[in-house]
């Protein structure tokens, strides 16, 4: 198994907290991604990082922000959490000359009430 | 955002049954990988493909990479209690500007397995 790990695994918020889940590797890849899944519409890719302080938006970037300081963590921000907002979030990473194939961490189940 | 079509969207089998999922999009993609995931964990990968035609295999998984580029199988021989889960395929486009090599994913065929 590819070493990743998400913390927490759980949580529970309200409404217009913030919250930040973290997503840490042990592999040294360069690429990181933040996916979200939910009934019906599958895995939809939030940010991404292709190396340390480089991120990018994917389709489902709205009110969630990102940052990369080392290679290993990649940390997802939500500056105010909405209902909608209520999912599964999924960390993956991937390296070049691997075929890009990504791993995916175990996953964070966040409710906002 | 775009994702792929993938069929059937659930199947309920009998165990030693063989299983067939295909998954088709409008657009080519140069890669091809399929995940399993089980009821609380992320998706694990099973397979990648990476040229049109390739076939490809994994103990009782086997794979395709269509030759038009849009679509990829997946097949399960022999099917067992553990082979439940949720199968979902990936399109990815190697080497696109900017970093990232996406994935686009397929929304997922629910496999059942009846003893």
């Known amino acids: 198994d590819a070493g990743i790990t998400q913390s927490p695994r759980h949580k529970v918020t309200e409404t217009g907290t913030p919250v930040t889940l973290r997503c840490h590797q042990t592999?040294?890849?360069?690429?990181m991604y933040w996916y979200r899944q939910d009934p019906g519409h599958g895995l939809r890719l939030i940010h991404y990082?292709?190396?340390?302080?480089?991120?990018d938006k994917g389709e489902v970037s709205d009110g969630y922000s990102v940052s990369r300081s080392k290679t290993e963590d990649f940390l997802l921000t939500l500056e105010s959490a909405t209902s909608s907002q209520t999912s599964v979030y999924f960390c993956a990473i991937s390296e070049l000359g691997a075929g890009y194939e990504q791993y995916f961490g175990p996953g964070t189940r966040l409710t906002v009430t | 955002g775009q994702q792929l079509n993938q069929s059937p969207q659930s199947m309920f089998i009998q165990e030693g049954e063989d299983v067939s999922m295909n998954c088709t999009s409008s657009s080519i993609f140069n890669t091809w990988l399929w995940y399993k995931q089980d009821p609380g964990e992320g998706p694990v990968l099973l397979i990648a493909l990476y040229k049109a035609g390739e076939l490809t295999s994994n103990g009782r998984l086997t794979a395709q990479f269509g030759i038009t580029r849009k679509d990829s199988f997946l097949n399960i021989s022999a099917s067992i209690p553990s082979d439940v889960g949720i199968y979902f395929c990936?399109?990815?486009?190697?080497?696109?500007?900017?970093?990232?090599?996406?994935?686009?994913f397929g929304t997922g065929t629910q496999l059942k397995v009846e003893l």
């Open positions: 592999e040294n890849h360069r690429y």
């Open positions: 990082s292709y190396g340390v302080k480089d991120t």
């Open positions: 990936a399109g990815q486009l190697r080497g696109a500007t900017g970093g990232g090599n996406k994935l686009t």
